[in-house]
């Protein structure tokens, strides 16, 4: 090993913390104060899974607006999540093909027909603040085809624990990013319509379904 690499390592191992990490930063800012915006009930917590999936298992109750990634012990990590029709309109077995940070959004051609806001984006919309998916997006596929649902995280907080006008299961930045982190690439999803309570916390029932979002709270 050369003397200049020997003196750059010796420096960067002795920078302030925060000055270390600054290459691991985020490309667009993440708001840690999103959380409250989000219903206490709907705000990321530890709880007793009542279920009998495997651990590393994603399940999302759609109907309790719930997304749960199972632990050991009976265990899970559960995230309050808002579900758009795409989400209400499909159950069933997926599988995590590709993880995205900052991903672009393209909207559907359909969307594209009967919204002039989307007509403008129908190029697709860059990574950032303006961007639907959010801060990080986990697509799903079943066998070798994109099913082109996606959970993903959003810029609108007061949507968790919501029905919002389309889109799929979105999670507040944060806790998108948690979970991108801790699940790989092959990781199974089950999504469910009317499933018994999968964990024993305070009850929740559905919220009434308000006018629509702007195009901003889509996705």
Request: glycine fraction near 10%; include cysteine; charged fraction near 20%.
């Amino acid at each position: 090993m050369n003397r200049r690499l020997i003196l750059k390592l010796a420096i960067f191992s002795f920078l302030p913390i925060g000055l270390s990490q600054h290459a691991h930063a985020e490309e667009f800012p993440i708001n840690s104060n999103d959380v409250n915006a989000v219903p206490k009930q709907f705000r990321r917590k530890t709880v007793n899974y009542l279920g009998n999936h495997a651990p590393g298992t994603i399940v999302v109750d759609t109907h309790r607006k719930y997304l749960y990634l199972v632990q050991a012990n009976a265990k899970a990590i559960r995230y309050g999540i808002g579900v758009g029709k795409q989400g209400f309109g499909w159950s069933g077995g997926a599988v995590i093909r590709r993880k995205a940070k900052w991903p672009t959004w393209t909207p559907p051609a359909e969307m594209v027909e009967r919204d002039p806001l989307a007509a403008e984006w129908a190029g697709g919309i860059p990574g950032g603040p303006k961007n639907p998916l959010g801060a990080r997006a986990l697509y799903l596929y079943q066998g070798k085809v994109d099913n082109l649902y996606r959970i993903h995280g959003t810029f609108v907080p007061s949507s968790i624990g919501k029905a919002v006008s389309s889109g799929c299961i979105r999670l507040i930045n944060a806790d998108i990013v948690d979970l991108f982190n801790r699940v790989p690439t092959g990781t199974r999803v089950i999504v469910l319509q009317n499933a018994p309570r999968l964990d024993n916390e305070g009850r929740s029932g559905p919220r009434k379904r308000k006018g629509l979002f702007s195009l901003f709270e889509r996705s």
